[in-house]
């Protein structure tokens, strides 16, 4: 099994690369593989949509730069938050241009939101179901091109190295196949993680199964260097549902925007006691908010109003919201929402240059698994699909640059015969790390810190043992990615734990 490209991921951030490269370099065979259904990722459950500043009249580069400098606590990288900013309405036009439909307030002018920690609205949106319709568009996109192929449904185990001109390479991944019971190589010369973020570390989250932290963890088993992985951002407003322990429906800030309100049981506005932009505020502080508050109150819950609003305009402006209020039998016209906050993104990662190259050659990382100076200590809503859009032209502009003569693999590919079994215990386990590493997102505590490391690095040490005697399964790798993702946060945590900056180290994800 070859290819020249080898996307692993079919998110917003793996789909616009290959369709960059098939446009600029047509003979290159691409492969993208899906863990699971290639529209099984978070970029589909994106509501918001895709900050830009696409009216200068009213807006500026600038502004967007402040915002999202401000937004990230002082660790962005200013020139990648200038570049990316500044690249935003070359990006857009990318995707009106493949079909996106984008709302629009005229003929010529996008509708645009506003949403927490942005100083004016410049998100340009469809409705609120964004990230379906910028997924389906490049799905069609791509299914339309005879050399991308596309596998779904596919278990990748680890990248595969080696040292070329002295240098660690990248010459493709390991991948499972449980039909034959063998661990197949699948060589390239260039591959790309493009393998979403890690939600399904925590209890509750906004993220899709399949964001199980699988990216990190293989990039730090290559070595790879991994930069901030402390930083993961919780979203502020998902909806409580207290049977439902996998994926927590994320009701989207800009409703915030709209004119929701966060209340209590009283139906107290208590979020101005944290922060004097209310509803307003940044994820981070919303989130660390309502998470203090229901502790000091002994609340499982708090509540999203949305009573006091034009529930006819907000049900045309959030028409994929109001059908899950309708599923969970809530009226936002008489009822007050419950909400949570859930983890939602990583703003650490795969270290990457401006074109998304990592520290090993022919090695790639796109969108929520990198690490690009983008977001700080806390993503600026709306960023993140902007983000995979800029990282990812650069990534094709660099590859269609670049020969592919004499870059092959010296490595044969080749087949290793193993043992599928399913180990007791496995859910059990999950369970019990997702438990802890929740607690450890609020509540900073050094000795927790420790404890947690203590249980993931010991999950690690067995299911490594298992896998040196060739024994696998899905649930196995699912449990070696979550452990080695929630031991790459603990760390991060703990080595910055007395260093860091008094306001960072304030600052819960």
């Given amino acids: 099994m070859e290819t020249d490209v080898l996307i692993i991921g079919s998110g917003i951030a793996g789909l616009s690369l290959a369709i960059k490269l098939n446009d600029g370099h047509p003979d290159l065979h691409i492969t993208i593989i899906s863990k699971s259904e290639a529209d099984d990722c978070n970029t589909r459950y994106a509501q918001g949509g895709v900050a830009a500043v696409t009216n200068l009249r009213n807006d500026s580069f600038n502004n967007h730069i402040h915002d999202t400098l401000a937004c990230g606590k002082g660790l962005c990288s200013s020139a990648i938050v200038k570049m990316v900013v500044e690249q935003a309405p070359a990006r857009i036009n990318d995707l009106v241009q493949l079909g996106v439909k984008f709302d629009y307030q005229d003929n010529k002018h996008f509708h645009l939101a506003l949403e927490g920690g942005h100083s004016l609205p410049r998100v340009v949106h469809h409705k609120d179901k964004t990230g379906f319709e910028i997924e389906s568009v490049l799905l069609k996109q791509v299914q339309a091109r005879s050399r991308i192929q596309l596998l779904t449904n596919t278990t990748v185990i680890d990248l595969l190295t080696e040292n070329i001109n002295h240098k660690k390479t990248c010459s493709g991944i390991k991948i499972l196949d449980t039909k034959s019971n063998q661990i197949i190589s699948f060589r390239s010369q260039v591959t790309v993680l493009a393998s979403g973020g890690c939600g399904q570390v925590y209890a509750n989250t906004t993220n899709p199964r399949v964001a199980s932290g699988d990216g990190y963890a293989m990039a730090f088993r290559a070595g790879a260097v991994i930069k901030n992985m402390r930083f993961m951002q919780f979203h502020p407003t998902s909806l409580y549902q207290a049977a439902n322990h996998h994926v927590s429906f994320l009701i989207s800030e800009a409703l915030r925007g709209f004119g929701a309100h966060v209340v209590d049981g009283n139906e107290k506005r208590f979020l101005f006691l944290y922060d004097n932009r209310g509803e307003l505020a940044t994820r981070d502080v919303i989130s660390n908010a309502i998470y203090d508050y229901m502790q000091t109150k002994g ?185 080695q993702t929630a031991n790459l946060i603990l760390n991060d945590k703990i080595e910055n734990f007395k260093t860091a900056d008094k306001e960072i180290q304030s600052i819960h994800f």
């Fill in 299 to 483: 609340l499982s819950f708090v509540y999203l109003d949305l009573r006091h609003l034009d529930i006819k305009s907000a049900k045309n402006h959030f028409p994929q919201i109001f059908a899950e209020f309708k599923r969970a039998n809530l009226n936002p016209k008489y009822d007050l929402i419950p909400i949570t906050p859930s983890a939602h993104y990583q703003c650490g990662g795969v270290a990457v240059d401006q074109d998304g190259l990592t520290s090993i050659q022919q090695l790639y990382a796109l969108g929520e698994v990198s690490y690009t100076g983008l977001h700080g200590a806390n993503r600026l809503a709306s960023n993140s699909l902007l983000e995979a859009l800029v990282f990812a032209h650069n990534a094709a502009e660099k590859i269609n640059s670049e020969s592919f003569i004499n870059k092959a693999s010296h490595q044969k590919t080749e087949s290793i015969d193993i043992q599928i079994f399913e180990k007791k215990g496995i859910k059990e386990l999950i369970f019990q790390l997702k438990k802890t590493m929740t607690k450890t997102a609020f509540e900073n505590d050094y000795e927790e810190l420790l404890k947690a490391r203590t249980l993931s690095t010991d999950i690690l040490t067995m299911i490594e043992q298992e896998i040196a005697n060739m024994k696998f399964s899905q649930e196995l790798l699912l449990l070696r990615n979550l452990s």
